[in-house]
């Protein structure tokens, strides 16, 4: 018997491994995934008849892996959503040149809001009664914003009203929750976005599992503990970025968190967990070299923080900055030159 044919985006499976292939065609789609995407293809659409109007494509946030079909129990990749939610909002700060899809975890970090989550800046602590002194009476009247924060909320509420309000949004929000949600999203997003070519970006931010449980492995009620004890077989998650990379939307600027050699995109951004706040490395093909080599780009927040004093901030300015403003501006930079290329 001769060996399958492979693909040229194909390469031999491990044993517990799933083809991209395999995965799309054994494991069913979100039910609602059409009804979810309805609103981004209309996004899309308005966006694309717009000269020069890029899109880019922010994941953010963890994956989780069901247990159950019902589900109680699941692992999951844990990721508050920072560094997605961040960068989105710089990319919003770039209106001229990019909208955003913000496909994120439910419940995780959202542009604007993350700045006054239920932990950083609970909102009302922000808010002032009429007479705080009476609070437990029945009193009524104006609910205000306390003076000495209106100057930090202001800027943050008229961003995000006119990105998600204004009368032509910028943002398009998609939620996920398991893996499966994210990879039939992640599929879906590139058949709608690969109209736009190069003018697309996608920014892969979020945390993916590497392991999941099969559609026909998972438990259809609640696993008992009383079996004492739980021994699961997991399969490893398909990577997907290679046929996204050169298959499902080839003209598309592609930055991810992981293996450029093997996948062939233009950008990774690494980082040690640690430092992950104060410095990054861009790296990306040597063009000068033939494309044999690669080049590292480092970002240090204190460089940005030094440039503000520069330009005389003051304190706040200079201790808020974020190294998200440093990677979207180079990125930007980035994708100018990807579109000069190839115009």
Known sequence: MSAPK??????????????????????????????????????VRKWQAVEGKRVVVVTSGGTTVPLEANTVRFLDNFSAGTRGST??????????????????????????????????????????????????????????????????????????????????????ALEFVTVNDYLWLLKELAEIVKPLGKRAMFYLAAAVSDFFLPQDRV???????????????????????????????PEAFIVSFKHLQRYGHQVVVGNDL???????????HDAEGAGQGFKETWLKLVDLQDARRREGAG???????????????????????WLSRSA
Not at 233 to 246: A, G, S, Y
Not at 274 to 284: A, G, Q, S
């Open 219 to 249: 438990a259809e009620h609640k696993i008992q503990s009383t079996k004492g004890n739980l021994t699961l077989e997991m399969d490893q998650v398909p990577k997907v970025l290679r046929p996204l990379v050169q298959e499902w939307i």
């Open 274 to 284: 640690h430092k992950r706040k104060h410095e990054v490395v861009l790296v990306e």
């Open 87 to 172: 960068s989105a909002e710089y990319f919003l700060s770039h209106p001229q040149q990019y909208v955003v899809i913000f496909m994120h975890r439910q419940h995780s970090l959202r542009p604007y809001s993350r700045h006054y989550s239920h932990s950083l800046n609970p909102f009302l602590d922000l808010l002032t009664c009429p007479s705080e002194d009476s609070l437990a009476a029945d009193e009524e009247g104006p609910i205000t914003v306390r003076p000495e924060r209106t100057t930090q909320l202001l800027p943050v509420l008229k961003a995000y009203h006119e990105s998600h309000h204004g009368p032509n949004p910028t943002i398009c």
């Open 6 to 43: 492979l693909s040229r985006y194909t390469t031999p499976l491990l044993p517990g491994q799933f083809s991209t292939e395999t995965y799309f065609s054994s494991q069913p789609p979100p039910a609602d995934l059409q009804a979810r995407l309805r609103p981004v293809r209309e996004f």
């Open 315 to 337: 304190k706040d300015a200079v201790e808020g900055v974020e190294i998200e403003e440093m990677i979207v501006r180079q990125l930007v930079r980035r994708h100018d030159a």
